[in-house]
T-cell receptor, first 113, second 113 residues
Framework: GDSVTQMEGPVTLSEEAFLTINCTYT??????LFWYVQYPGEGLQLLLK?????DKGSNKGFEATYRKETTSFHLEKGSVQVSDSAVYFC????????????FGKGTRLSVIA | GAVVSQHPSRVICKSGTSVKIECRSL??????MFWYRQFPKQSLMLMAT?????????EQGVEKDKFLINHASLTLSTLTVTSAHPEDSSFYIC?????????FGQGTRLTVV
């Protein structure tokens, strides 16, 4: 069945450091790919998404590119801030988001000043 | 963005009692809601799909008599954990399907003692 694998956390970075959180997936066909973020005490929020190969999703300085050849959707940010501290979930969906999501385990990011 | 409210955020109950978790879409109508469960250091796993006005669809391995789901209106779905046991302790999170994406509640941390 479909699955998502993302790098284990926790990840601790200094402010302004470069961030990469790896995510790979297993699915038949062409799923849509998502990154969700969960700030402390809040629900999951959609951070960015991509619906077809080579699409790049971007938001709030975060980027991820849908790589069909490597079945990957790695999350990157050039310069993290303390306010980026949260748990990040990679996910896929068979359609554009109107079907249940398959999630990775989540990666906790802590950014220190 | 759209808001989904989940209540309570934390609950501690005695073994053998039942606990009800509510999931409300505050500013849109949701025909479909999803219930997920997350064990420590594991992915969010889909438990069931809740459709307004009809019976929920449960994933394989999820006991429908133990996890009662009611989706009586377009803005409210409830999950009742009946006769709770310590192994039911977990993080439960709901998701309401909006026009273009899924929106998540804050999650409920259930501890059964």
């Amino acid at each position: 069945g479909d699955s998502v694998t993302q790098m284990e956390g926790p990840v601790t970075l200094s402010e302004e450091a470069f961030l990469t959180i790896n995510c790979t997936y297993t699915a038949t066909g062409y799923p849509s790919l998502f990154w969700y973020v969960q700030y402390p005490g809040e629900g999951l929020q959609l951070l960015l998404k991509a619906t077809k190969a080579d699409d790049k999703g971007s938001n709030k300085g975060f980027e991820a590119t849908y790589r069909k050849e490597t079945t990957s959707f790695h999350l990157e940010k050039g310069s993290v801030q303390v306010s980026d501290s949260a748990v990040y979930f990679c996910a896929l969906s068979r359609n554009s988001g109107n079907t249940p999501l398959v999630f990775g385990k989540g990666t906790r990011l802590s950014v220190i000043a | 963005g759209a808001v989904v409210s989940q209540h309570p955020s934390r609950v501690i109950c005695k073994s053998g009692t039942s606990v009800k978790i509510e999931c409300r879409s505050l500013d849109f109508q949701a025909t479909t809601m999803f219930w997920y469960r997350q064990f420590p250091k594991q992915s969010l796993m889909l438990m069931a799909t809740s459709n307004e006005g009809s019976k929920a669809t449960y994933e394989q391995g999820v006991e429908k008599d133990k996890f009662l789901i009611n989706h009586a209106s377009l803005t409210l779905s409830t999950l009742t954990v009946t006769s709770a046991h310590p192994e039911d302790s977990s993080f439960y999170i709901c998701s309401a399907l909006g026009p273009a994406e899924a929106f998540f509640g804050q999650g409920t941390r259930l501890t059964v003692v």
